[in-house]
T-cell receptor, first 117, second 115 residues
Framework: AQKITQTQPGMFVQEKEAVTLDCTYD???????LFWYKQPSSGEMIFLIY??????QNATEGRYSLNFQKARKSANLVISASQLGDSAMYFC??????????????FGKGTKLSVIP | DGGITQSPKYLFRKEGQNVTLSCEQN?????MYWYRQDPGQGLRLIYY???????QKGDIAEGYSVSREKKESFPLTVTSAQKNPTAFYLC??????????????FGSGTQLSVL
């Protein structure tokens, strides 16, 4: 079974609008971290936001926020006020603390976001 | 500026040839990682190292080898045993895995193609 599932291969959003990118995860480890990375066409992976499994509040970083629903095992990324420079691939990833998956960052297959002027 | 440097940006491999991808970091991070990315796919872990002179296989280590003789450097060799080496390779580093939840910092990647 996939540990990280991103069900949207591609998304379009109008400039200045908000967009939500979906991510669900699967783990039995009570302690884990969830990450979102952005990959522009240049190829570099850029860290956006992090949510720990024990964090009580949803993480926010500027225009990025993470809608963390622990019972549903979902960690959706919300980008507010989209900009043309937000057009890129977005990857959700999880890092478990214990077991065979520890120290590894497991990635979903990504969502390609295109911002329309 | 601190960061991770990967070289070369583009690399071509001939049949039966071994090639080495370079990864250097000046972030003073203990842990380093190599990921492979195929088109339309997420990243898959090849090897990782949590400390100098120690490394572990990831999910797709077959056909690859690494060394970690210095803290700053974690080169990846793609051997002739890797039958499908064409991919984008990303190196990453993080602080030592105290909680296991440290974020990874990535280099800009190397595109490897087979001639």
């Amino acid at each position: 079974a996939q540990k990280i599932t991103q069900t949207q291969p591609g998304m379009f959003v109008q400039e200045k609008e908000a967009v939500t990118l979906d991510c669900t995860y699967d783990t039995s480890d009570p302690s884990y971290g969830l990450f979102w990375y952005k990959q522009p066409s240049s190829g570099e992976m850029i860290f956006l936001i992090y949510q720990g499994s024990y964090d009580q509040q949803n993480a926010t970083e500027g225009r990025y926020s993470l809608n963390f629903q622990k019972a549903r095992k979902s960690a959706n990324l919300v980008i507010s006020a989209s900009q043309l420079g937000d057009s890129a691939m977005y990857f959700c990833a999880m890092r478990e603390v214990s077991g065979a998956g520890s120290y590894q960052l497991t990635f979903g297959k990504g969502t390609k976001l295109s911002v329309i002027p | 500026d601190g960061g991770i440097t990967q070289s070369p940006k583009y690399l071509f491999r001939k049949e039966g040839q071994n090639v080495t991808l370079s990864c250097e970091q000046n972030l003073n991070h203990d842990a380093m990682y190599w990921y492979r990315q195929d088109p339309g796919q997420g990243l898959r872990l090849i090897y990782y190292s949590q400390i100098v002179n120690d490394f572990q296989k990831g999910d797709i280590a077959e056909g690859y080898s690494v060394s970690r003789e210095k803290k700053e450097s974690f080169p990846l060799t793609v051997t002739s045993a890797q039958k499908n080496p064409t991919a984008f390779y990303l190196c990453a580093s993080s602080t030592s895995a105290g909680t296991g939840l440290e974020k990874l910092f990535f280099g800009s990647g190397t595109q490897l193609s087979v001639l």
